[in-house]
C-alpha cells in the first residue's frame, strides 16, 4: 500500500457544464481525447500515489466503468457512491473505514502542475493536522478565501465570500493533505462541507492547517470558459499533459502538413478533414469526427464522432459526442451542445447558447 492515500472528490452534479455533463459526469469530461480523472490518476500515479478512493455519486456507471479496480493502471481504486449528496466532507467520513493514515483530498476538477511529493515534504515539516494547496488569483469571491500568517498557519477559511468583502487573494486550490484524525472532527449520517463547516471548525477548535502557496498552472475545469481555456494551455504547452504544441493526435498524421489546419491542433484517430477546410488554431477533434469542405473550426474542442457539415463555422464552442452541424450552420462563441445534437443546416446559433435534448 502506498504511504499517502488519496480521496478523489468526483461526486457534484457539474452543472456548470450542462449540457455536456447531461450524457459524462464532469470527471470523465475529455481533455484532449483522455477523461480529466484518467490525466489526474496518471499524475497521482507518476507521485508514487497508488492507492485511491473515489467518492462518486453523479452517474457513477461512467467511472467504475472506465476505471475498474484500477489495476490496468497500476494502481488499486476503491469506489464510495453516495446515494445522495453527502458533501465534501461528508463524501470524506463516509470512506473513513478504507483510510489508514494521511491522505490526499483532490477535487475532482481542478487541472494543475502542483507538485505532490513537495507538499508532502512540507506538510512533514509543518506539522499540524493539515495543509492546503493555495494559490493566489484576483477575485476570491468563486472560491474559498484562505487567510495564513508568514509561517504558513491558516486563521480564517471563508467560502465564496461576497465580492469586495474577501481578506486577502489567496484561495483553497482544491488540494488537502489531511492527517486521520480530521476525520473524527466531521460528523457522520448527514451532508457536510469541508469549506464551510469543517475547515472553519478546526480552526476555530485551535488545530493547525498550513497554507502550501505555489504559483503553479492551475485552472478549475468546472465553466465552459474554463474549459476552454484549459484546451489552449494544454494545446500550448503550458500545461504539460504530453501534447506538444504543433498539430498532434493519432490523427494528425496524414494532415500535419495541409495548409487549412492550423496549429496548434489535436486530432484523434479516425479524424477526417475535407481539404478545403479550416480548422485550427486551438481546436481538438475527438476520435471519428469529420469536417467536411469549406467549413471552419477555430478555438472549440469536438468530442467523439462530431460532424461539421459543408460551409459550417464553428467558433469557440464545445460540442460533445455524437453532434452534428448541419450545412452551413454557424454555432458562435460560447456556445456547448450536448451529446447527439443536431444543428439545422443554415441555423445561426447564437453566441453563448446551451443546446441538448435532454429533458428534465
Ligand atoms: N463525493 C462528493 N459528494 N463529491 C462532491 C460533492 C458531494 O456531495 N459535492 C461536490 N463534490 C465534488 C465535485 O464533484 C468537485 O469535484 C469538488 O467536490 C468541488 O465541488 P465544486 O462544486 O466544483 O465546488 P466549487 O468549484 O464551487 O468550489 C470548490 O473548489 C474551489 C476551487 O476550484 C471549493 O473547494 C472552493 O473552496 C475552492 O476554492
Ligand atoms: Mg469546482
Not at 489495476?71 to 465534501?88: C, D, F, K, Q
Not at 509543518?126 to 491558516?154: N, Q, W, Y
Not at 498524421?253 to 489546419?261: F, P, T
Not at 471519428?288 to 463555422?313: F, H, M, Y
Amino acid at each position: 500500500m502506498s504511504e499517502v492515500q488519496a480521496i478523489i472528490l468526483v461526486g457534484g452534479e457539474g452543472t456548470r457544464l450542462r449540457p455536456l455533463t447531461y450524457g459524462t459526469p464532469k470527471p470523465m469530461v475529455p481533455i484532449a481525447g483522455v477523461p480529466f480523472l484518467a490525466r489526474s490518476m496518471e499524475r497521482l500515479y507518476e507521485a508514487g500515489i497508488t492507492d485511491v478512493i473515489l467518492a462518486a455519486g453523479y452517474m457513477p456507471k461512467a467511472i467504475t466503468d472506465y476505471f475498474g479496480d484500477g489495476s490496468t493502471l497500476g494502481m488499486h481504486v476503491t469506489y464510495a457512491i453516495e446515494e445522495t449528496p453527502l458533501g465534501t466532507a461528508g463524501a470524506l467520513k463516509n470512506v473513513e473505514e478504507h483510510v489508514h493514515g494521511p491522505f490526499f483530498v483532490f477535487n475532482g476538477d481542478i487541472l494543475t502542475s502542483l507538485d505532490l511529493p513537495a507538499m508532502i515534504e512540507h506538510h512533514k515539516r509543518k506539522g499540524g493536522v493539515g495543509m492546503l494547496h493555495l494559490i493566489e488569483v484576483p477575485d476570491p469571491s468563486a472560491f474559498g478565501c484562505v487567510v495564513h500568517d508568514a509561517d504558513g498557519a491558516i486563521s480564517a477559511f471563508i467560502e465564496k465570500p461576497p465580492p469586495g468583502t474577501a481578506p486577502g487573494n489567496d484561495i483553497n486550490a482544491g488540494t488537502y493533505l489531511l492527517e486521520r484524525e480530521v476525520l473524527d472532527a466531521i460528523p457522520a449520517g448527514r451532508p457536510v462541507s469541508i469549506e464551510r463547516e469543517t475547515f472553519p471548525q478546526l480552526i476555530a477548535s485551535g488545530k493547525k492547517l498550513y497554507a502550501h502557496v505555489t504559483g503553479d498552472y492551475w485552472i478549475d475545469l468546472g465553466r465552459p470558459e474554463n474549459y476552454l481555456a484549459a484546451h489552449r494551455d494544454v494545446l500550448a504547452g503550458i500545461m504539460p499533459l504530453l501534447v506538444e504544441p504543433g498539430v498532434t493526435g493519432e490523427g494528425a498524421a496524414e494532415l500535419r502538413d495541409r495548409r487549412g489546419i492550423i496549429a496548434p491542433v489535436h486530432l484523434d484517430a479516425g479524424t477526417t478533414i475535407d481539404p478545403t477546410a479550416k480548422v485550427g488554431p486551438n481546436v481538438v477533434l475527438g476520435r471519428g469526427c469529420c469536417v467536411e469542405a469549406g467549413a471552419v473550426v477555430r478555438e472549440s474542442v469536438l468530442w467523439d464522432d462530431v460532424l461539421v457539415g459543408p460551409q459550417a463555422t464553428v467558433e469557440e464552442a464545445i460540442l460533445a459526442s455524437g453532434v452534428r452541424v448541419g450545412k452551413g450552420a454557424k454555432v458562435g462563441a460560447g456556445s456547448v451542445v450536448g451529446h447527439g445534437y443536431v444543428v439545422a443546416n443554415g441555423a445561426r446559433v447564437e453566441p453563448g447558447s446551451k443546446l441538448s435534448d435532454h429533458q428534465k
